[in-house]
Every structure is written in structure tokens, then in C-alpha cells.
T-cell receptor, first 116, second 113 residues
Framework: DTGVSQDPRHKITKRGQNVTFRCDPISEHNRLYWYRQTLGQGPEFLTYFQNEAQLEKSRLLSDRFSAERPKGSFSTLEIQRTEQGDSAMYLC???FGTGNLGEKLFFGSGTQLSVL | GDSVTQMEGPVTLSEEAFLTINCTYTATGYPSLFWYVQYPGEGLQLLLKATKADDKGSNKGFEATYRKETTSFHLEKGSVQVSDSAVYFCALYSGAGSYQLTFGKGTKLSVIP
């Protein structure tokens, strides 16, 4: 069990640029989640994948954000035309489960995005 | 909508002191409740959980009891250690076809020798 890996750990970009983050979940996990965390706040849900299917998106997720999980393995989160308000820690989590969410989520250490 | 309210931090305690971190929630139905902990430089980890009223979750000396009548899930530990210094997040899952956890803002705990 190597844990959930996220890359890069830090990203600095200029306003208007596109950025892409990668998440490698624990290999046998069928569920993958993206959360966003700003300073002094708890994580906020962005989106959920079950295998390769994106089954839930938060209303917070503007159309500048897109996420994929091809083949149900790693996932990418892309932000187009970044804004300063996008500056945050982006967290990925994975789990193995069926039915309702009752199992333990395993979180990565996150990607810290700074938009200048 | 769902929400979680935690006591404001930071909290600073001496080693071996008693810890309480308050957590109250608003949710539809009968949510599952969780405490996650984030140690410096690490990802969030599940500390304990409770899935129905009056359940007590426990782990590593920490405990929390699901109180439906007061909509609370307060975290307690009888004797904290320096290694317990971390940020603690209360969270809930209310189901209803969603897969999201709703987190509180977190409470930073510092334990001094």
C-alpha cells in the first residue's frame, strides 16, 4: 500500500494559464474524489468517480474545471483560465466501496496551487 | 444543506491534559459522522467514525459519541501527548445518493511538553 500520490506538490502559475494535476489512487480502490481546501477551511467536495465514471460534481465546480479518470486508474484535474480565487490546496482521495459511502477515505498530501 | 460546526482553534494544551473538541452538525436524515486528523505535512487520515445514534467511535485513545438529540459528535481524549499535535476535522456523510463528505473548518491542536 503506497498510499495516494499527487503530483505536483506545488504549482505556481499566472492568472489565465491552464494547469493540470494528477492523482494516483491506491491501486485496488474503485472510488476517487477531488476536494479543495483553502486556508482555515475544511476540505470542500469537488467531484467523485466510481471506476472511470464521473458520478457526482459539486455546484462549486465551474465549467473551467474538468476531471477525468481514464480506465478507472489515475485521475487528472484541469483548471482552465486560472483565477486568483483558484488558489488552494487540491486534495485527492480514494476508497474501495459499494453502495453508500461508509468506508474510510485515504487522502493524498495535496497539490498547492498559487495563482499570481 | 448539510453543515458541520467545530470549535474555533487553535487549542494549546499541556501534555497529559484532557482534550475536548466540540462538533455539531446539521443534516437531513441520519448521517454518518467522522473525525479526520491531519498531521503536519501529511494527508488527512480517518481517526474514528460512528454510523448511528449512540454509537461510540474510538481509536488511539480518542473517543466520540454520536448524540442525535444534541446533533453533536464531540472528540475527547483523556491524556494528550505531544504527538497528538495536528489539525482535527469533523465530517458528516448524509447519503441520499451523494458521495460527498461535508467537513468542518478544522481545529488545530498544539500539545506542549
Amino acid at each position: 500500500d503506497t498510499g495516494v500520490s499527487q503530483d505536483p506538490r506545488h504549482k505556481i502559475t499566472k492568472r489565465g494559464q491552464n494547469v493540470t494535476f494528477r492523482c494516483d489512487p491506491i491501486s485496488e480502490h474503485n472510488r476517487l474524489y477531488w476536494y479543495r481546501q483553502t486556508l482555515g477551511q475544511g476540505p470542500e467536495f469537488l467531484t467523485y468517480f466510481q471506476n472511470e465514471a464521473q458520478l457526482e460534481k459539486s455546484r462549486l465546480l465551474s465549467d473551467r474545471f474538468s476531471a477525468e479518470r481514464p480506465k478507472g486508474s489515475f485521475s487528472t484535474l484541469e483548471i482552465q483560465r486560472t483565477e486568483q480565487g483558484d488558489s488552494a490546496m487540491y486534495l485527492c482521495a480514494s476508497s474501495f466501496g459499494t453502495g453508500n459511502l461508509g468506508e474510510k477515505l485515504f487522502f493524498g498530501s495535496g497539490t498547492q496551487l498559487s495563482v499570481l | 444543506g448539510d453543515s458541520v460546526t467545530q470549535m474555533e482553534g487553535p487549542v494549546t494544551l499541556s501534555e497529559e491534559a484532557f482534550l475536548t473538541i466540540n462538533c455539531t452538525y446539521t443534516a437531513t436524515g441520519y448521517p454518518s459522522l467522522f473525525w479526520y486528523v491531519q498531521y503536519p505535512g501529511e494527508g488527512l487520515q480517518l481517526l474514528l467514525k460512528a454510523t448511528k445514534a449512540d454509537d461510540k467511535g474510538s481509536n488511539k485513545g480518542f473517543e466520540a459519541t454520536y448524540r442525535k438529540e444534541t446533533t453533536s459528535f464531540h472528540l475527547e481524549k483523556g491524556s494528550v501527548q505531544v504527538s497528538d499535535s495536528a489539525v482535527y476535522f469533523c465530517a458528516l456523510y448524509s447519503g441520499a445518493g451523494s458521495y460527498q463528505l461535508t467537513f468542518g473548518k478544522g481545529t488545530k491542536l498544539s500539545v506542549i511538553p
